[in-house]
């Protein structure tokens, strides 16, 4: 069955360290594959999304996201980490044949330390 | 413009009565989803629609029912609330390619 892993409950860095935040996908063809931040008490914003193409993708609020087909992942990155990145992040896909529904994983909070 | 609206922000019910969930779009968008979060769970989808007239189950429907009798309105029914439906309640919809736009959600609490 169509699956998205998030393996990392919980992350906490310093601010200004680097952040990688693993996702992994079950699925026999390429999905679309999308990374969204919720803010506590807040609804859900896109980061970034990939469909095809270049597997080096830039969102917003710096953070990039690399496709790697070998390893079924999407995962997303930061170079130095802000106190606002503190929220929780969810890799989500979709498949074809799906009705457009998006598949979330269970999402990985992030605290940043001063 | 107010994309997708969701009614009420916050709501407690007791055990065993009903409610409605509200979502609302202006953006004509065919495609609506309803999802629940959960901690530790991310979200599930309860159900979708792609057009009026038009539902279907996501991964969690049982105590849920839905209708799209309008390209704008689709609500969520709890009928006989149970403490297992206590969560946050998002709408989506969906435009064009692949652009989601997610409601503020409604966080229930059954009691």
Redesign the interface.
Known sequence: AQSVT?PD?HITVSEGASLELRCNYSYGATP?L?WYVQSPG???Q?LL?Y?SGDTLVQGIKGFEAEFKRSQSSFNLRKPSVHWSDAAEY?C?F?FSGG?????????TRLAVHP | NAGVTQTPKFRILKIGQSMTLQCTQDMNHNYMYWYRQDPGMGLKLIYYSVGAGITDKGEVPNGYNVSRSTTEDFPLRLELAAPSQTSVYFCATLQGEYGYTFGSGTRLTVV
């Open positions: 998030q409950i679309y999308f807040q609804g859900l896109l999304k469909f969810f989500a979709v009705y457009n529904k998006l598949i979330f994983g269970a999402g």
